[in-house]
Nanobody
Framework: QVRLVESGGGLVQAGGSLRLSCAAS????????MGWYRQVPGEQRDLVAV???????NISDSVKGRFSISRNSHNNAVYLQMNNLKPEDTAVYYC??????????????WGQGTQVTVSS
């Protein structure tokens, strides 16, 4: 029943900006953490930024000062604002949800990913 859908990826020149969105649907009683991760083919999936239910955030050192994460008032969507993009930011970006689902319990979910490509 729970589903995550990402959008906003694309091709951008170095120094440009993109805004990623992730919409969560389904019967979600309590959201513990939502966040963004990224992965280059053949490499591990790394944390980019996460935001907790209390709206505290954790940002990767590699993107601090350039990226910011936010969540809407109903905690059903999470956003990643990416500014001053660099070629090394090129990756598939995945939305992640850690939540309590009635009848299921606490578990995590992943979106299908959205490609971000930054050219020199």
């Amino acid at each position: 029943q729970v589903r995550l859908v990402e959008s906003g990826g694309g091709l951008v020149q170095a120094g440009g900006s993109l805004r990623l969105s992730c919409a969560a649907s389904g019967r979600i009683t309590l959201t513990y953490v939502m966040g963004w991760y990224r992965q280059v083919p053949g490499e591990q999936r790394d944390l980019v930024a996460v935001i907790k239910s209390g709206m505290t955030t954790n940002i990767s050192d590699s993107v601090k000062g350039r990226f910011s994460i936010s969540r809407n008032s109903h905690n059903n969507a999470v956003y990643l604002q990416m500014n001053n993009l660099k070629p090394e930011d090129t990756a598939v970006y995945y939305c992640h949800l850690d939540a309590y689902i009635p009848g299921i319990g606490r578990r995590d979910y992943w979106g299908q990913g959205t490609q971000v490509t930054v050219s020199s």
